[in-house]
């Protein structure tokens, strides 16, 4: 690193400008606490703030630097002075509307994997990754270590993995200002050799120095001993602390009662959590600088592009192909060409161009291999080499590919596949279903096979007319469907493809399926454009009506409401912008029950997810689950999206009040709980308690937003995908650092029931097909209590360097057969050993980190840092204090 003169003698004038201006920001100004922290430590800054503050400050440096295709570019001036949003620098830099709904959930998962630091068994009481107990050369290579597989994972193009490791190493890398006593030495700056290690840490404390005098009382202001060595405090017992050391401090830190008594973090504004909390601020400024120079590290390392894939710095979504090459399939296979070539050249060089692109083809009996790139043009050509070659039978391994294209697509994203037969896999549905809502990607079926016709392409075997059940199981799973349809229209239909590439959502109906002579009712406000109504199935007749009574039937062209086409059994109504606001009805007369969906274009959206307090601990907050489990108490947790794009620039910012549960498929009202706001309302997080009643729930259930915009009218808004209440909370851990060929990992499973008597069988399974041993296969547990068990998998010489595995633990219960089993997931990736030139910049080798995952944890001690913000995975309001160019 360079000196800090020599540094700044670097820098454009702009960022000169914006570091003197920095330092005439009010020192807390920047920083909102999130209500669990408030609770005990008011007026704290987190680590979900420090994390989230810088990295809108690069991203705004990055703007600031890369202007954007066909727009003027952004002018620091303008954003001087300003609370910062995303959801305003992505309209400042995109275009009005642009969503940043991507952005701010990978900056969530950056952030959550940082706050669960505190909670995870595998990392809250280990010293080396809080720089805790004077372990600061170790804490500095676990910390480097991190940003090096955060290098690794995101050049594999495995952003989940890379997010994680980021978090980890940001917590660690924000801990040492807390937890050290770099503060308390007048230092001003970050520490230089932190991120930079080529040199060592010097002056140092060793074993011998005493460090603190004792402190009776709650806030020590005066108990470091005056020497100019660093040092760090110890928590707990492990490891003892020796005579003369500093403590961690606070009411949990066991180490505090024993002379010298006391502690010096700095973690809170509370002196019952941080016996230095009069140097809180001065300790959060110092890790802010020090997160900011980490992204910029990283961006430095990745480039601009694999930046801002890293933290989804797009409006984009990515485009996602499963296909079926059996001989059948021809028709289908130029349809999926035809639109990858569309949106790639419709969409080139634009902000919604796709920022990652998968395709896996598949038939019988194989599957794979997937491609993965982030290049169009190598998509493009991958596809092109695809035709549709020998098989011709039903069924096939269209799941299996399914589950492989889920491994490596990114969250948030759509799935489309393409088939026209039967899953030969269907004992996957289960685990499909868990793992597109553990990846919340929404998946679609192009399936040219009408389910009810006997003839057709050649079958092994007499084949169910139920067939299908798996792809409709995973469609309402996944807040997708299944589209039946011929040949001759599969090209016409397959043009959602390039509309579901869009910023689209769907708007919730009421009923949710269609009743014989009762209209589905629908609501449409100011922000919504480019409204498209799709019905699909043997329909006689149907027609739309909106709120001014003007209907428009059937008939294929243009009407008074929109324009009609039809392809088969497949209508799609395109409605006329602008629509008028209110209530709609759609009235539809069919065989059987046909599926109508309405979707829209908006920026006003929000994203979910669930937590469990966490009060009896050295670090309150709420850590996030990723389903609610049944027992615990479990907070929702709201953020909307898009609250800037109002209709008139002057408007009041939109208000939600509340939260519907409906059941799912047929939508019976489980309950209204109402949401309270946590901060102010232009950052749009919402929190509501969820209802008893509706944890003992077993099926199913969706979630409704319910609101107002600026002037009063009707906001409604429904969640992608439904939730299912998790009937036992599992924990899957992984090992220190990456997977290398030709060696065994050792995994640990935790079982925990919290809602009463359970008798669970235990299964396993690894994709690629590993070799995996377990010593639990079968556990009965009583309520509150826990079961833990070993896993072994076994990497073949063979395996391809960055390559992605998935683990799945599955827990049935042995009883209630109509119960969903559990399912728990850890992504790792194998790392070959790679050409020297391939090799991370020496500053970043990679070590050997805790390195772990788990879709679903139990509440727990932490073990340091700053108070945590376990759940708050969105990008809130800050000011702005942009970072220093990259090193």
Same mark, same amino acid.
């Given at each position: 690193?360079?000196?800090?003169?020599?540094?700044?003698?670097?820098?454009?004038?702009?960022?000169?400008?914006?570091?003197?201006?920095?330092?005439?920001?009010?020192?807390?100004?920047?920083?909102?606490?999130?209500?669990?922290?408030?609770?005990?430590?008011?007026?704290?800054?987190?680590?979900?703030?420090?994390?989230?503050?810088?990295?809108?400050?690069?991203?705004?440096?990055?703007?600031?630097?890369?202007?954007?295709?066909?727009?003027?570019?952004?002018?620091?001036?303008?954003?001087?002075?300003?609370?910062?949003?995303?959801?305003?620098?992505?309209?400042?830099?995109?275009?009005?509307?642009?969503?940043?709904?991507?952005?701010?959930?990978?900056?969530?998962?950056?952030?959550?994997?940082?706050?669960?630091?505190?909670?995870?068994?595998?990392?809250?009481?280990?010293?080396?990754?809080?720089?805790?107990?004077?372990?600061?050369?170790?804490?500095?290579?676990?910390?480097?270590?991190?940003?090096?597989?955060?290098?690794?994972?995101?050049?594999?193009?495995?952003?989940?993995?890379?997010?994680?490791?980021?978090?980890?190493?940001?917590?660690?890398?924000?801990?040492? &200002?807390?937890?050290?006593?770099?503060?308390?030495?007048?230092?001003?700056?970050?520490?230089?050799?932190?991120?930079?290690?080529?040199?060592?840490?010097?002056?140092?404390?060793?074993?011998?120095?005493?460090?603190?005098?004792?402190?009776?009382?709650?806030?020590?202001?005066?108990?470091?001993?005056?020497?100019?060595?660093?040092?760090?405090?110890?928590?707990?017992?492990?490891?003892?602390?020796?005579?003369?050391?500093?403590?961690?401090?606070?009411?949990?830190?066991?180490?505090?009662?024993?002379?010298?008594?006391?502690?010096?973090?700095?973690?809170?504004?509370?002196?019952?959590?941080?016996?230095?909390?009069?140097?809180?601020?001065?300790?959060?400024?110092?890790?802010?600088?020090?997160?900011?120079?980490?992204?910029?590290?990283?961006?430095?390392?990745?480039?601009?592009?694999?930046?801002?894939?890293?933290?989804?710095?797009?409006?984009?979504?990515?485009?996602?192909?499963?296909?079926?090459?059996?001989?059948?399939?021809?028709?289908?296979?130029?349809?999926?060409?035809?639109?990858?070539?569309?949106?790639?050249?419709?969409?080139?060089?634009?902000?919604?161009?796709?920022?990652?692109?998968?395709?896996?083809?598949?038939?019988?009996?194989?599957?794979?291999?997937?491609?993965?790139?982030?290049?169009?043009?190598?998509?493009?050509?991958?596809?092109?080499?695809?035709?549709?070659?020998?098989?011709?039978?039903?069924?096939?391994?269209?799941?299996?590919?399914?589950?492989?294209?889920?491994?490596?697509?990114?969250?948030?994203?759509?799935?489309?596949?393409? +088939?026209?037969?039967?899953?030969?896999?269907?004992?996957?549905?289960?685990?499909?279903?868990?793992?597109?809502?553990?990846?919340?990607?929404?998946?679609?079926?192009?399936?040219?096979?009408?389910?009810?016709?006997?003839?057709?392409?050649?079958?092994?075997?007499?084949?169910?007319?139920?067939?299908?059940?798996?792809?409709?199981?995973?469609?309402?799973?996944?807040?997708?469907?299944?589209?039946?349809?011929?040949?001759?229209?599969?090209?016409?239909?397959?043009?959602?493809?390039?509309?579901?590439?869009?910023?689209?959502?769907?708007?919730?109906?009421?009923?949710?399926?269609?009743?014989?002579?009762?209209?589905?009712?629908?609501?449409?406000?100011?922000?919504?454009?480019?409204?498209?109504?799709?019905?699909?199935?043997?329909?006689?007749?149907?027609?739309?009506?909106?709120?001014?009574?003007?209907?428009?039937?059937?008939?294929?062209?243009?009407?008074?409401?929109?324009?009609?086409?039809?392809?088969?059994?497949?209508?799609?109504?395109?409605?006329?912008?602008?629509?008028?606001?209110?209530?709609?009805?759609?009235?539809?007369?069919?065989?059987?029950?046909?599926?109508?969906?309405?979707?829209?274009? +908006?920026?006003?959206?929000?994203?979910?997810?669930?937590?469990?307090?966490?009060?009896?601990?050295?670090?309150?907050?709420? &850590?996030?689950?990723?389903?609610?489990?049944?027992?615990?108490?479990?907070?929702?947790?709201?953020? =909307?999206?898009?609250?800037?794009?109002?209709?008139?620039?002057?408007?009041?910012?939109?208000?939600?009040?509340?939260?519907?549960?409906?059941?799912?498929?047929?939508?019976?009202?489980?309950?209204?709980?109402?949401?309270?706001?946590?901060?102010?309302?232009?950052?749009?997080?919402?929190?509501?308690?969820?209802?008893?009643?509706?944890?003992? +729930?077993?099926?199913?259930?969706?979630?409704?937003?319910?609101?107002?915009?600026?002037?009063?009218?009707?906001?409604?808004?429904?969640?992608?995908?439904?939730?299912?209440?998790?009937? =036992?909370?599992?924990?899957?851990?992984?090992?220190?650092?990456?997977?290398?060929?030709?060696?065994?990992?050792?995994?640990?499973?935790?079982?925990?029931?919290?809602?009463?008597?359970?008798?669970?069988?235990?299964?396993?399974?690894?994709?690629?097909?590993?070799?995996?041993?377990?010593?639990?296969?079968?556990?009965?547990?009583?309520?509150?209590?826990?079961?833990?068990?070993?896993?072994?998998?076994?990497?073949?010489?063979?395996?391809?360097?960055?390559? =992605?595995?998935?683990?799945?633990?599955?827990?049935?219960?042995?009883?209630?057969?109509?119960?969903?089993?559990?399912?728990?997931?850890?992504?790792?990736?194998?790392?070959?050993?790679?050409?020297?030139?391939?090799?991370?910049?020496?500053?970043?080798?990679?070590?050997?980190?805790?390195?772990?995952?788990? +879709?679903?944890?139990?509440?727990?001690?932490?073990?340091?840092?700053?108070?945590?913000?376990?759940?708050?995975?969105?990008?809130?309001?800050?000011?702005?204090?942009?970072?220093?160019?990259?090193?």
């Amino acid at each position: 690193m360079l000196p800090t003169d020599e540094l700044l003698s670097h820098l454009g004038p702009s960022l000169l400008l914006l570091l003197q201006l920095q330092l005439l920001l009010p020192p807390a100004s920047a920083f909102f606490p999130n209500i669990w922290s408030l609770l005990a430590a008011p007026g704290s800054i987190t680590h979900q703030d420090l994390t989230e503050e810088a990295a809108l400050n690069v991203t705004l440096q990055l703007f600031l630097e890369q202007p954007p295709p066909g727009r003027p570019p952004l002018r620091l001036e303008d954003f001087l002075g300003r609370t910062l949003l995303a959801d305003n620098l992505f309209a400042a830099y995109f275009g009005p509307g642009s969503p940043s709904r991507r952005f701010r959930a990978a900056l969530g998962e950056v952030s959550r994997a940082n706050a669960a630091q505190d909670f995870l068994p595998t990392s809250r009481n280990d010293p080396d990754l809080h720089f805790d107990a004077e372990r600061l050369g170790q804490g500095r290579t676990r910390l480097v270590g991190a940003l090096g597989e955060t290098v690794v994972a995101a050049r594999a193009l495995d952003h989940t993995l890379a997010r994680q490791r980021l978090g980890a190493a940001l917590h660690a890398l924000q801990d040492f &200002y807390s937890h050290s006593n770099w503060v308390e030495l007048g230092k001003q700056q970050p520490h230089p050799h932190l991120l930079w290690p080529r040199q060592g840490l010097r002056n140092v404390a060793q074993v011998g120095d005493p460090t603190c005098s004792d402190c009776e009382g709650l806030s020590c202001p005066g108990n470091l001993l005056g020497f100019t060595l660093l040092t760090s405090g110890y928590f707990g017992t492990h490891p003892s602390k020796p005579p003369g050391k500093c403590s961690h401090g606070g009411h949990f830190d066991q180490s505090s009662s024993q002379p010298p008594r006391g502690g010096i973090n700095k973690d809170s504004t509370s002196p019952g959590f941080s016996p230095h909390h009069m140097l809180h601020l001065q300790a959060a400024n110092l890790a802010l600088l020090a997160s900011i120079q980490a992204f910029s590290l990283l961006r430095s390392r990745l480039g601009d592009r694999g930046f801002s894939r890293l933290l989804d710095i797009t409006p984009a979504s990515s485009l996602s192909f499963v296909l079926d090459t059996t001989g059948s399939m021809g028709e289908e296979i130029n349809a999926a060409k035809i639109q990858a070539r569309h949106i790639v050249e419709q969409r080139r060089g634009g902000p919604m161009e796709p920022t990652h692109y998968v395709l896996v083809p598949f038939h019988d009996p194989g599957f794979g291999p997937v491609f993965t790139t982030s290049d169009p043009d190598s998509f493009w050509q991958q596809l092109n080499e695809i035709h549709a070659l020998g098989g011709g039978d039903e069924p096939e391994m269209c799941l299996s590919a399914l589950e492989l294209a889920l491994l490596h697509t990114p969250p948030l994203s759509d799935i489309f596949v393409f +088939t026209d037969a039967s899953p030969k896999d269907a004992f996957l549905t289960n685990r499909v279903e868990s793992l597109t809502q553990e990846r919340r990607c929404r998946v679609t079926f192009l399936v040219t096979e009408d389910p009810s016709r006997v003839q057709g392409r050649p079958r092994r075997e007499v084949l169910s007319p139920l067939r299908f059940e798996p792809y409709e199981a995973v469609a309402l799973a996944s807040g997708g469907e299944v589209i039946f349809t011929k040949d001759q229209y599969i090209r016409d239909v397959a043009a959602i493809v390039g509309d579901s590439v869009a910023n689209l959502v769907t708007l919730p109906l009421e009923p949710p399926v269609v009743v014989p002579e009762r209209p589905l009712v629908f609501s449409v406000d100011g922000l919504l454009q480019k409204v498209t109504v799709r019905i699909h199935g043997e329909v006689s007749s149907f027609w739309i009506r909106n709120p001014a009574g003007v209907s428009q039937g059937q008939e294929e062209g243009e009407g008074p409401l929109g324009h009609t086409r039809r392809f088969g059994q497949f209508w799609m109504v395109s409605m006329n912008d602008p629509l008028q606001t209110g209530t709609w009805e759609i009235q539809v007369t069919a065989k059987g029950t046909p599926r109508v969906r309405v979707q829209a274009q +908006t920026s006003l959206d929000f994203l979910f997810h669930f937590g469990i307090p966490m009060e009896d601990g050295p670090h309150p907050g709420l &850590y996030p689950l990723t389903q609610p489990v049944a027992g615990l108490q479990t907070q929702l947790l709201v953020e =909307v999206t898009g609250l800037g794009s109002r209709r008139n620039p002057g408007d009041p910012l939109p208000h939600f009040s509340h939260i519907v549960l409906r059941g799912v498929p047929h939508g019976a009202e489980l309950g209204r709980v109402p949401l309270e706001p946590m901060g102010p309302r232009e950052r749009g997080l919402l929190a509501a308690s969820l209802p008893p009643t509706l944890l003992s +729930t077993a099926g199913p259930f969706s979630l409704e937003l319910i609101g107002q915009d600026g002037v009063g009218q009707g906001l409604h808004r429904a969640a992608p995908q439904p939730c299912a209440v998790a009937p =036992v909370l599992l924990e899957l851990s992984g090992p220190s650092g990456f997977l290398a060929p030709g060696t065994e990992a050792l995994l640990s499973l935790r079982i925990a029931s919290f809602s009463g008597p359970q008798d669970l069988d235990l299964r396993t399974s690894v994709n690629p097909s590993f070799a995996l041993t377990s010593n639990l296969s079968r556990v009965r547990l009583e309520q509150n209590e826990s079961a833990w068990g070993c896993l072994w998998l076994k990497v073949p010489d063979t395996a391809a360097s960055d390559s =992605v595995v998935m683990v799945t633990v599955t827990a049935i219960d042995r009883e209630a057969s109509t119960v969903s089993p559990t399912h728990a997931f850890l992504r790792l990736l194998v790392l070959g050993a790679a050409p020297q030139d391939q090799l991370p910049d020496p500053v970043l080798t990679t070590t050997s980190p805790a390195f772990h995952l788990s +879709t679903l944890v139990t509440p727990g001690r932490a073990g340091g840092g700053l108070v945590g913000n376990p759940w708050w995975g969105t990008v809130g309001a800050v000011q702005l204090l942009l970072g220093l160019a990259s090193w």
